[in-house]
């Protein structure tokens, strides 16, 4: 099991930047995909990004596409998620993921250990 530290969530305007960093400990960080995903009020978690083990590829949600850029440092054990053009529409809690396969995507998530969350609020 990993144990994940997400930091860097806050209140924003519209237009706005943020970025958030996961920090990770418990196992061989660089082996497995990390991800992003997010809870809106009354919604289900939603997918927003993900990373494979080396960092050289990665995956987005449509709604993210262009504005979001997820990043990872392995020798720093840390996944990050730099978030331009904030819209009120993005407004949830961030969550980081560390999936138990190498691959960015979605599915390799459905088994993952997951952090508390990071709030993001993103005002028009």
């Known amino acids: 099991q990993v144990q994940l530290v997400e930091s860097g969530g806050g209140l924003v305007q519209a237009g706005g930047s943020l970025r958030l960093s996961c920090a990770a400990s418990g196992r061989t960080f660089s082996m497995y995909a990390m991800g992003w995903f997010r809870q809106a009020p009354g919604k289900e978690r939603e997918f927003v990004a993900a990373?494979?083990?080396?960092?050289?590829?990665?995956n987005y949600a449509d709604s993210v596409k262009g504005r979001f850029t997820i990043s990872r440092d392995n020798a720093k054990n840390t996944v990050y998620l730099q978030m331009n053009r904030l819209k009120p529409e993005d407004t949830a809690v961030y969550y980081c993921?560390?999936?138990?396969?190498?691959?960015?995507?979605?599915?390799?998530?459905?088994?993952?250990?997951w952090g508390q969350g990071t709030q993001v609020t993103v005002s028009s």
């Open positions: 990373i494979n083990w080396s960092g050289t590829d990665t």
């Open positions: 993921a560390a999936s138990y396969r190498q691959l960015a995507s979605v599915e390799h998530f459905q088994h993952a250990d």
